[in-house]
Nanobody, 121 residues
Framework: QVQLVESGGGLVQAGDSLRLSCVAS????????MGWFRQAPGKEREFVAA?????YYADSVKGRFTISRDNAKNTVSLQMNSLKPEDTAVYYC?????????????????WGQGTQVTVSS
């Protein structure tokens, strides 16, 4: 399994942009579909975006967030534009095998430690 490390979080104002990155260890990164989840204080972790045979987004971020990957760099990124205070959360990168449910946390086999994103109003 891969090990994942996120970066790029921070404190921004509403309307700003951030780009999160997740670097995977190992030489089998291309064999995994990748996802981003987030967990706000007092709430359950929720699906944000995934990239496998296609890209998938939660309704709450569709049109504002873009997920991408660079297999040569073992990296998956999440470009977040037009950020809102409700986007404040710890963001987690996760890996799963292909042909699994991209929105189901239990279908992911590896998780990063998370990176904090705080959006002020």
């Amino acid at each position: 399994q891969v090990q994942l490390v996120e970066s790029g979080g921070g404190l921004v104002q509403a309307g700003d942009s951030l780009r999160l990155s997740c670097v995977a260890s190992g030489r089998t990164f291309s064999r995994y579909a990748m996802g981003w989840f987030r967990q706000a204080p007092g709430k359950e972790r929720e699906f944000v975006a995934a990239i496998s045979w296609s890209t998938y987004y939660a309704d709450s971020v569709k049109g504002r967030f873009t997920i991408s990957r660079d297999n040569a760099k073992n990296t998956v990124s999440l470009q977040m534009n037009s950020l809102k205070p409700e986007d404040t959360a710890v963001y987690y990168c996760a890996a799963q095998y292909y042909n699994r449910d991209y929105a189901r946390m239990s279908d992911y086999v590896s998780w990063g430690q998370g990176t904090q994103v705080t959006v002020s109003s």
